[in-house]
């Protein structure tokens, strides 16, 4: 008999909690835009011995809710030919996921908008190829680089470089490429995501779980401040390395 009012009680209480849980969501969906959504599949990725992942060459995929095009070459939009067209001035544009534009249509992109303003400004042919890779640094972009000038011949290159960059090297090898994205792991996170409530909860915490985890300040937190530290001080020496080598 005594079952019952603990089974009526966890009942009442986890409905009251569901029913929180609800109004909370509905209140901020009313104050701050949908969370975006994932659709199937995501880019997905292939190893890559130097690079440790890149995109998989010739895949129809979405980024977020955005879809995306992958050439042949493993690069966002429509083919590139060897050379560029005759009059055509043809810039790369190097970087990750913001030169990419994840959650973005392509014309969205920063390399498609720059191909915009050139055309506008000079009136000449200007093809700006976005060879942005997700997940990547300036030491793997020094990679791309080297592949890519004898393979499509650019007359510029643009890099863009990001807080995260300056991060001390990893090892790609110890990341498994097929497994970035579409994973049953990635399914669930993506449907977490969905929620207003999850999302603002995690954008609330992530800064506290971050100086809890790494014992201070991340790196990206260094960088911007500009106090020192030598994680910091170890990746900007590899991105000076990499910009000499370019």
């Given at each position: 008999m005594m079952l019952r009012p603990i089974v009526v009680n966890c009942t009442l209480l986890a409905s009251s909690l569901v029913a929180a849980f609800l109004v909370l969501e509905l209140f901020l969906r009313m104050v701050y835009p949908a969370p975006t959504r994932f659709i199937y599949?995501?880019?997905?990725?292939?190893?890559?011995?130097?690079?440790?992942?890149?995109?998989?060459?010739?895949?129809?995929?979405?980024?977020?809710?955005?879809?995306?095009?992958?050439?042949?070459?493993?690069?966002?939009?429509?083919?590139?030919?060897?050379?560029?067209?005759?009059?055509?001035?043809?810039?790369?544009?190097?970087?990750?996921?913001?030169t990419f534009g994840n959650g973005l249509d392509l014309s969205e992109t920063w390399p498609q908008q720059l191909e915009h303003?050139?055309?506008?400004?000079?009136?000449?042919?200007?093809?700006?190829?976005?060879?942005?890779?997700?997940?990547?640094?300036?030491?793997?972009?020094?990679?791309?680089?080297?592949?890519?000038?004898?393979?499509?011949?650019?007359?510029?290159?643009?890099?863009?470089?990001?807080?995260?960059?300056?991060?001390?090297?990893?090892?790609p090898r110890n990341v498994d490429a097929s497994m970035l994205t579409n994973t049953w792991r990635k399914h669930i996170i993506y449907l977490f995501k969905r929620s207003s409530v999850v999302t603002w909860a995690y954008h609330l915490l992530l800064p506290w779980y971050a100086r809890q985890s790494m014992g201070g300040d991340s790196v990206e937190d260094v960088v911007l401040s500009g106090g020192n530290d030598t994680r910091a001080e170890r990746g900007w020496g590899q991105v000076e390395h990499s910009l000499t080598q370019m």
């Open positions: 599949p995501q880019e997905m990725y292939d190893f890559d011995a130097e690079l440790g992942h890149a995109l998989r060459p010739g895949q129809t995929a979405y980024t977020h809710d955005r879809l995306v095009l992958i050439n042949s070459l493993g690069f966002r939009g429509t083919e590139i030919t060897p050379d560029p067209a005759p009059g055509t001035l043809r810039v790369l544009a190097l970087g990750d996921s913001q303003v050139l055309q506008a400004a000079s009136g000449s042919g200007w093809q700006v190829i976005n060879a942005g890779i997700p997940g990547t640094d300036t030491w793997q972009h020094e990679i791309l680089l080297r592949r890519l000038l004898a393979a499509i011949h650019p007359h510029a290159v643009v890099l863009a470089l990001y807080v995260n960059d300056v991060v001390p090297r990893h090892d």
